[in-house]
């Protein structure tokens, strides 16, 4: 049995860890490794929320896709995460629809 645990504890060491990229569109993967993310289950609007503290930087799951927002700040995107109907706020604030280009990366 110890053997079987350090055996399998020395084949997870040798794994390398892959990161994640998601494809938002813009014809290119983004590279989730800096981005903190986390699984909605609370909305029907969103799937999931990744956010990049330091580039303000914020992919959201949407319907199945992904979508890239660019100078988020943190405030907003806590609002998100704390505000009653995630997909409201979201739909109000950060959707380009309503937003314009405000949130657009270039």
């Known amino acids: 049995m110890v053997r079987a645990l350090i055996l399998l504890l020395a084949q997870l060491a040798d794994t390398p860890i892959v990161s994640e ?3 938002t569109g813009e014809h290119r993967l983004v590279d989730l490794r800096t981005f903190e993310c986390r699984d909605i289950t609370r909305s029907t609007v969103l799937q999931r929320v990744c956010y990049d503290r330091a580039q303000q930087d914020l992919i959201v799951a949407s319907n ?3 979508h890239r927002y660019c100078g988020v700040t943190a405030d907003t995107v806590e609002r998100l995460l704390g505000a009653p109907s995630m997909g409201q ?4 604030t950060i959707r380009r629809e309503a937003a314009g280009s405000r949130y657009d990366c270039t």
Do not use: C, L, S
Not at 89 to 92: A, D, E, L, Q
């Open 21 to 23: 990229a998601v494809d």
């Open 64 to 66: 199945g896709a992904y």
């Open 89 to 92: 706020f979201f739909n109000r």
